[in-house]
């Protein structure tokens, strides 16, 4: 155990410790149990409001002596009791007070306190941990959040523990445990499919929940009990369609945006029912017609009222505060009720000014707020209408570019994703996008080490280059680089894998296009490709890669790059023979290019792929019983009989 040993106290240190200092510490070393019991009472009585005090204690040795007492099985459980207690009235001194005690490592050992069948000893344990835990400089890390957390709860018995708190008289009882069942069950499956089946007093946990959401019940009550409900929904062990949600879960979380409602109350409500409904397009469908939802939240956007009427700055910063909080939450609302219906997607762009207000929101000083509303913003770019129409009127590009500059990752994310949408060839946003840098912007995002933002910076230099000008095409070769190209078709990312091969099948189309690449970059571009055909790699990277050397194919020079290489007019035949029918597609695809009949030099690769086998294996696809490629095979084998 660490910080046990006693370290030596310079002689200018110790001249300011006062004897009666000494002497506490020394009791704790004495070998009668008793008396050692009421040294540690005794320092507790000395300690309470004397800061200077604590300082000696600690300065000379206390906390680590203290902590061996309380974790010895030897000591009675008093002992245990009154040396947490210290420790806790310790941490209640300096911030350099709790730096000493988090360096002799208090956290593990007062946890550990917590599995003792002693209740006051618990509760000791307990108050220390809170002081140390609410201190400014208790790093973050140490606090019991996440995942491994909620495992460790789980596997120590937290569920059947708790679970029996909720029939208790106490009010303040029953909503910590109600609060404690909405922690463990966020995003945790296996939590939340074992608190579906638990019994209370014969009632099952989600019908207790369901209790707790009636309208006679504490607002507080109530939203955690929903938060419960909707957590335990999201992670899988309640039915999006079951009607704990639909008819109580889902409504309880709308009346709670409603203006009678307090702002925090209003906030919870709608961040709650924003996650709820996220996933799935029906309950989007319920919670849009539900109280006038979407215009109910048009009221989160006008708080304050009048900031300039506003001259004291405390009740300004909280005022301010709390406008960030609601357009945060009215943004992640908007969202998540349009992620999926065009309709409902209308309604939110037809409601007052709300267009205007979410261009204002990508600019706000709240870094959560602009992440909301860029969220909000790419709910909505999902509409071909609104991209030719709202998206076009209120030049949405201008501010998403903006946002793209310097912004955190979490931000860039989101905004490139949507950069992707209003890139796409009927987007009228797709010219001044480009005129305005972005293709730099986006491969600088390919080289990034988050794999999300490197699938969104190919994804849209891909619909970049779809159906584009060569001018353009040759821009992002230019600017991507031949080098980082290959260095993203050996991406360990599938995603960046195959939208890499998408960005590739893209720029190699349209014959002038595709002879003019080859032209400059075909040595390493049939370099690729062949690593990418050997490799282990699955059927969609193999069909992609197949279709790139079918697009390769139809070029009027660049042909020539296949037929000149042996390897790769083998790894055609190979597919062409492959027991998955989308690679005999695609590698028929690119036979059928090279011997095309009305093209100048058809004969002779026509001769050497007959000479290859290839027209016996025709013959044999065109008694597949796929008819797709039973008719495809038909059709090549037309071409050499024409």
């Given at each position: 155990?660490?910080?046990?040993?006693?370290?030596?106290?310079?002689?200018?240190?110790?001249?300011?410790?006062?004897?009666?200092s000494?002497?506490?510490?020394?009791?704790?070393?004495?070998?009668?149990?008793?008396?050692?019991?009421?040294?540690?009472?005794?320092?507790?009585?000395?300690?309470?409001g004397?800061?200077?005090?604590?300082?000696?204690?600690?300065?000379?040795?206390?906390?680590?002596?203290?902590?061996?007492?309380?974790?010895?099985?030897?000591s009675?459980?008093?002992?245990?009791?009154?040396?947490?207690v210290?420790?806790?009235?310790?941490?209640?001194?300096?911030?350099?007070?709790?730096?000493?005690?988090?360096?002799?490592?208090?956290?593990?050992?007062?946890?550990?306190?917590?599995?003792?069948?002693?209740?006051?000893?618990?509760?000791?344990?307990?108050?220390?941990?809170?002081?140390?835990?609410?201190?400014?400089?208790?790093?973050e890390?140490?606090?019991?959040?996440?995942?491994?957390?909620?495992?460790?709860?789980?596997?120590?018995?937290?569920?059947?523990?708790?679970?029996?708190?909720?029939?208790?008289?106490?009010?303040?009882?029953?909503?910590?445990?109600?609060?404690?069942?909405?922690?463990?069950?966020?995003?945790?499956?296996?939590?939340?499919?074992?608190?579906?089946?638990?019994?209370?007093?014969?009632?099952?946990?989600?019908?207790?929940?369901?209790?707790?959401?009636?309208?006679?019940?504490?607002?507080?009550?109530?939203?955690?009990?929903?938060?419960?409900?909707?957590?335990?929904?999201?992670?899988?062990?309640?039915?999006?369609?079951?009607?704990?949600?639909?008819?109580?879960?889902?409504?309880?979380?709308?009346?709670?945006?409603?203006?009678?409602?307090?702002?925090?109350?209003?906030?919870?409500?709608?961040?709650?029912?924003?996650?709820?409904?996220?996933?799935?397009?029906?309950?989007?469908?319920i919670?849009?017609?539900?109280?006038?939802?979407?215009?109910?939240l048009?009221?989160?956007?006008?708080?304050?009222?009048?900031?300039?009427?506003?001259?004291?700055?405390?009740?300004?910063?909280?005022?301010?505060?709390?406008?960030?909080?609601?357009?945060?939450?009215?943004?992640?609302?908007?969202?998540?009720?349009?992620?999926?219906?065009?309709?409902i997607?209308?309604?939110i762009?037809?409601?007052?000014?709300?267009?205007?207000?979410?261009?204002?929101g990508?600019?706000?000083?709240?870094?959560?707020?602009?992440?909301?509303?860029?969220?909000?913003?790419?709910?909505?770019?999902?509409?071909?209408?609104?991209?030719?129409?709202s998206?076009?009127?209120?030049?949405?590009?201008?501010?998403?570019?903006?946002?793209?500059?310097?912004?955190?990752?979490?931000?860039?994310?989101?905004?490139?994703?949507?950069?992707?949408?209003?890139?796409?060839?009927?987007?009228?946003?797709?010219?001044?996008?480009?005129?305005?840098?972005?293709?730099?912007?986006?491969?600088?995002?390919?080289?990034?080490?988050?794999?999300?933002?490197?699938?969104?910076?190919?994804?849209?230099?891909?619909?970049?280059?779809?159906?584009?000008?060569?001018?353009?095409?040759?821009?992002?070769?230019?600017?991507?680089?031949?080098?980082?190209?290959?260095?993203?078709?050996?991406?360990?990312?599938?995603?960046?894998?195959?939208?890499?091969?998408?960005?590739?099948?893209?720029?190699?189309?349209?014959?002038?296009?595709?002879?003019?690449?080859?032209?400059?970059?075909?040595k390493?571009i049939?370099?690729?490709?062949?690593?990418?055909?050997?490799?282990?790699?699955?059927?969609?990277?193999?069909?992609?890669?197949?279709c790139?050397?079918?697009?390769?194919?139809?070029?009027?020079?660049?042909?020539?790059?296949?037929?000149?290489?042996?390897?790769?007019?083998?790894?055609?035949?190979?597919?062409?023979?492959?027991?998955?029918?989308?690679?005999?597609?695609?590698?028929?695809?690119?036979?059928?290019?090279?011997?095309?009949?009305?093209?100048?030099?058809?004969?002779?690769?026509?001769?050497?792929?007959?000479?290859?086998?290839?027209?016996?294996?025709l013959?044999?696809?065109?008694?597949?019983?796929?008819?797709?490629?039973?008719?495809?095979?038909?059709?090549?084998l037309?071409?050499?009989?024409?």
């Amino acid at each position: 155990m660490a910080c046990l040993l006693e370290t030596p106290i310079r002689m200018s240190v110790l001249s300011e410790v006062t004897a009666s200092s000494r002497h506490y510490v020394d009791r704790l070393f004495d070998p009668d149990p008793q008396k050692v019991l009421q040294g540690v009472i005794d320092m507790k009585n000395a300690v309470i409001g004397n800061n200077k005090q604590k300082a000696n204690l600690i300065v000379l040795g206390a906390v680590p002596r203290l902590l061996y007492l309380l974790q010895q099985e030897a000591s009675s459980t008093e002992l245990k009791t009154e040396c947490a207690v210290v420790l806790g009235s310790l941490a209640m001194g300096t911030e350099n007070n709790v730096k000493s005690l988090l360096d002799c490592h208090i956290i593990p050992a007062l946890l550990q306190g917590l599995l003792s069948p002693d209740l006051k000893f618990i509760e000791a344990c307990l108050r220390c941990l809170r002081t140390i835990l609410t201190s400014a400089v208790t790093p973050e890390e140490l606090l019991y959040t996440g995942p491994d957390h909620q495992t460790i709860l789980f596997n120590h018995g937290a569920v059947q523990n708790i679970a029996h708190l909720l029939t208790s008289l106490s009010y303040k009882v029953r909503m910590q445990a109600l609060k404690c069942f909405s922690v463990l069950a966020f995003e945790n499956p296996q939590v939340s499919m074992t608190l579906v089946n638990v019994l209370v007093d014969g009632e099952l946990l989600p019908q207790i929940f369901v209790k707790m959401l009636q309208r006679d019940k504490p607002i507080e009550m109530q939203l955690t009990a929903a938060k419960c409900l909707t957590y335990m929904c999201r992670a899988g062990a309640i039915r999006t369609d079951d009607g704990c949600i639909v008819l109580k879960t889902l409504p309880c979380l709308v009346r709670m945006c409603s203006k009678e409602r307090l702002l925090e109350e209003r906030v919870e409500g709608a961040e709650t029912l924003a996650y709820l409904i996220e996933p799935d397009v029906e309950l989007q469908r319920i919670a849009s017609v539900t109280d006038h939802l979407i215009a109910m939240l048009a009221d989160y956007f006008k708080y304050p009222s009048s900031v300039s009427a506003i001259t004291d700055i405390k009740r300004l910063d909280h005022d301010l505060k709390h406008a960030h909080e609601l357009r945060q939450a009215a943004f992640k609302l908007y969202a998540s009720l349009g992620a999926n219906d065009e309709d409902i997607r209308k309604k939110i762009i037809e409601t007052e000014n709300m267009m205007d207000r979410i261009v204002t929101g990508l600019s706000e000083s709240s870094v959560k707020v602009r992440l909301a509303a860029v969220r909000c913003l790419h709910s909505l770019s999902r509409s071909v209408q609104q991209l030719r129409t709202s998206f076009q009127d209120h030049a949405v590009w201008k501010p998403l570019m903006k946002v793209l500059q310097n912004a955190p990752d979490e931000i860039l994310v989101v905004a490139s994703s949507m950069l992707c949408n209003l890139l796409l060839e009927f987007s009228p946003s797709k010219e001044p996008i480009l005129e305005s840098g972005a293709v730099e912007l986006l491969c600088g995002l390919t080289q990034s080490e988050n794999p999300a933002l490197r699938v969104n910076g190919i994804w849209a230099l891909m619909n970049m280059a779809f159906q584009a000008e060569q001018k353009i095409k040759a821009d992002i070769l230019r600017s991507l680089s031949t080098e980082q190209l290959f260095r993203l078709l050996s991406d360990s990312d599938l995603n960046v894998l195959m939208k890499t091969l998408g960005l590739l099948r893209n720029l190699l189309s349209t014959r002038p296009h595709i002879d003019k690449i080859m032209s400059t970059h075909g040595k390493q571009i049939m370099q690729a490709v062949t690593l990418i055909l050997e490799g282990e790699h699955n059927i969609e990277v193999k069909e992609q890669t197949l279709c790139i050397l079918a697009n390769i194919a139809d070029g009027t020079t660049a042909k020539e790059l296949i037929m000149t290489n042996d390897d790769i007019l083998q790894k055609i035949k190979y597919y062409m023979g492959h027991s998955h029918v989308k690679l005999q597609l695609a590698a028929m695809f690119c036979i059928s290019n090279l011997i095309w009949n009305e093209e100048e030099g058809s004969q002779e690769r026509q001769d050497k792929l007959r000479d290859m086998g290839i027209v016996d294996i025709l013959h044999k696809l065109s008694q597949s019983p796929d008819s797709n490629l039973c008719d495809k095979a038909k059709m090549a084998l037309q071409q050499y009989l024409a």
